[in-house]
């Protein structure tokens, strides 16, 4: 008898766009729907997004952060502040939440956003691990939101430089979390064969 197809784990996906103007209604907050828009093409998994739009302080960002992983969220993703301006204070609150540091992430965002920009070094990006969350900083504009999510491609399609998301799924199956499964042409999962579930 064959075994009936796997259903995909659901996914709880916190949203945070950290921003004074876009908070206080000045102009047209662009994170949220960025992030909602390149998760629902990239994943296969049923998703339930948890949004919040919040200014730049740090004590605020920080409780927001906290409050979407004790609300069960097994991924949050920020987008702003995290440039050198003063009010740029999102890694603060990032890592003063932190239970451990994953370096990696940003590390190769600044080098998919150095193909693009010198000014790149200047953004300060992070991820931390904050219970069974991963809790990932990207940059504030849309463009660059899904540059460093879903990496660059050559002309022919071939991935020139992987974005970062492709090792989101298997670190989130390495702290607990649900197995997030990808569409490979907008971002082609990576996970050691051992770790690979049959197709759902």
């Excluded at 102009?27 to 998760?39: H, I, M, S, V």
């Amino acid at each position: 008898m064959s075994t009936p197809p796997r259903t995909p784990d659901p996914v709880r996906i916190g949203i945070v766009s950290v921003s004074d103007r876009a908070s206080s209604g000045v102009y047209e907050d662009k994170g949220l729907p960025a992030l909602q828009e390149w998760l629902g093409r990239a994943l296969k998994n049923p998703l339930r997004f948890e949004p919040r739009l919040i200014p730049d302080e740090q004590d605020r960002i920080s409780a927001t952060l906290i409050a979407l992983v004790d609300a069960g969220c097994d991924l949050v993703l920020t987008t702003g502040g995290t440039g050198p301006a003063p009010r740029d204070v999102t890694p603060e609150a990032t890592l003063a939440v932190a239970h451990k540091v994953m370096p990696g992430f940003g590390e190769q965002m600044r080098q998919i956003s150095l193909r693009f920009v010198p000014t790149a070094i200047l953004s300060r990006q992070c991820a931390v691990i904050r219970n069974k969350c991963l809790i990932i900083n990207l940059p504030g504009q849309p463009k660059s939101i899904q540059e460093t999510l879903e990496g660059l491609r050559g002309q022919n399609g071939e991935v020139i430089v992987s974005g970062i998301f492709a090792a989101v799924p298997y670190c989130v199956d390495l702290i607990g979390g649900p197995y997030i499964e990808t569409h490979d042409a907008v971002c082609k999962a990576f996970r050691p064969k051992s770790a690979i579930r049959p197709a759902s």
